[in-house]
Nanobody, 112 residues
Framework: QVQLVESGGGLVQAGGSLRLSCAAS????????MGWFRQAPGKQRELVAR???????IYAGSVKGRFTISGDNAKNTVYLQMNSLKPEDTAVYYC??????WGQGTQVTVSS
C-alpha cells in the first residue's frame, strides 16, 4: 500500500527557509493528489498547500507568497519550500495523499 516518508523538518530562525520532502511509495497514481497540512499545539490540523488539477496549487492565506509546493513525478516526491518563516509557522507538518494517506509528520520550529 501507499507509504509517505517525510524529511526536512527542523529548527530555523525567523526569516529563514526550510524545504520539506515527502517521498511516496506504493500505488500512487499521481502526485497531483498530494499536499501538506500542519498542526500546531492546541489547534486543528489545517491545510497548508495542495495541488489542484489544471497545473495550479492552493495555499493557506497565512503562507501564500512564502511557501511553494512542487513535485517530481519521476521520484514520486512532493516538496514544500518554506521561505520567510515566522514563529507562527511552528507546527508538525504532514504530507498527505488522497484516499486518506498521511505521513508521520515532521516538526518545524521557528525561533525568534
Amino acid at each position: 500500500q501507499v507509504q509517505l516518508v517525510e524529511s526536512g523538518g527542523g529548527l530555523v530562525q525567523a526569516g529563514g527557509s526550510l524545504r520539506l520532502s515527502c517521498a511516496a511509495s506504493g500505488s500512487i497514481f499521481s502526485i497531483n493528489g498530494m499536499g501538506w497540512f500542519r498542526q500546531a499545539p492546541g489547534k486543528q490540523r489545517e491545510l497548508v498547500a495542495r495541488f489542484v488539477t489544471g497545473g495550479r496549487s492552493i495555499y493557506a492565506g497565512s503562507v501564500k507568497g512564502r511557501f511553494t509546493i512542487s513535485g517530481d513525478n519521476a521520484k514520486n516526491t512532493v516538496y514544500l519550500q518554506m521561505n520567510s518563516l515566522k514563529p507562527e509557522d511552528t507546527a508538525v507538518y504532514y504530507c498527505y495523499a488522497i484516499q486518506n494517506y498521511w505521513g508521520q509528520g515532521t516538526q518545524v520550529t521557528v525561533s525568534s
